[in-house]
């Protein structure tokens, strides 16, 4: 047998998952998760629809998502490409899971949950960055939330800055463009780009 098909042989090859893993998962958040939201810049959103699933990250100021009380936050919607492929399955299928990672930290926390797109004036408001409000609001009411060890950062790497990969040791977005378009002028593309993000952030 090379390929698991049933719970069954997935326990047999795992086996139960030790208590302590099992008991940081809540229904709410508590203190140290608030502390661990309020300092990420960074967050990962999943969500699934109808067509599959979408994994997208989102990010801003430390303590961007808000926390309105125990059992909800608030992920203000900032300007991107426009394919909405998140907001499409929220509309379709309400659960989402976040990961929230920490610059240099290597614990994560991870929260389960159900979305709203919520246009409420208030809650726009509290997304405003400058003179630009959010078009929309996530309001994710908490199912889940626990914190995730160190191991994957601590393997990968992640915050060890003497294994960060030189940017230009990769393809650029304007030669990744040239190998989808038959003619693209990544020269003048590349150009534009920086003010291009910074006139389109908020």
């Not at 191991?151 to 393809?171: H, N, Y």
Request: with cysteine; net charge negative; proline share 6%.
């Amino acid at each position: 047998m090379t390929t698991i098909t049933t719970l069954d042989e997935l326990l047999a090859l795992y086996g139960e998952s030790h208590e302590r893993s099992r008991r940081k998962e809540l229904p709410r958040l508590i203190d140290p998760y608030r502390a661990l939201i309020q300092a990420s810049p960074f967050v990962v959103l999943a969500s699934a629809g109808p067509d599959g699933l979408d994994c997208s990250p989102r990010g801003d100021a430390s303590g961007f998502v808000q926390i309105l009380d125990d059992q909800t936050l608030l992920l203000p919607d900032r300007p991107g490409n426009n394919r909405i492929d998140s907001l499409r399955n929220i509309v379709q299928n309400p659960h989402v899971a976040l990961l929230f990672l920490i610059p240099g930290v290597g614990e994560s926390l991870r929260v389960n949950g159900r979305a709203q797109i919520s246009l409420d004036p208030e809650l726009l408001e509290r997304g405003r960055v400058g003179d630009k409000l959010p078009r929309s609001v996530l309001r994710i009411d908490i199912d889940s939330c626990y914190f995730q060890c160190s191991k994957a950062a601590l393997r990968s790497g992640l915050w060890d800055l003497s294994r960060q990969v030189e940017r230009a040791s990769l393809p650029s977005a304007g030669d990744i463009f040239r190998c989808i378009y038959e003619e693209f002028d990544v020269e003048a593309y590349e150009r534009d780009l920086q003010q291009r993000q910074r006139s389109s952030l908020y």
